[in-house]
């Protein structure tokens, strides 16, 4: 019996893939097989971070400011009372990060170095 049901399954699952093959058809030259493209992204916070900032809001005084411009007031405020995090970003984005040189040391000196700083085992 164990056989017949093999034969059986075989025969359902090539049955099966018959019909799926006869839907497949190749694809006519110069014919792309997605013509509406990549569907568009959904609207990012990113996105919505750049529509409001700008446009422009009221500011403390009533006025209508540039969103951008408040938030650097903000920020320059912060690091003249001491906020380090403040100084921090102004000191980057003015000149950017320190650049580490890419050093390659010669073999004995990385030797004398580990030899140095590598405690000892107990013997």
Known sequence: MQGDNTEATAENTGKSTDRRNANLKPWKPGESGNPAGR????????????DLLSKKIRGKAGG???????????IIDKALRGDTAAQKLIWQYMDGMPVQPNVELPPDVIDQFLHIYTPEKNK
Request: without cysteine; glycine residues 4%; proline residues 13%.
């Open 64 to 74: 209508m400011v540039d969103p951008r411009e408040a938030i650097a007031i903000s």
């Open 39 to 50: 569907p568009p992204k959904g609207y990012s916070i990113t996105e919505m971070m750049k």
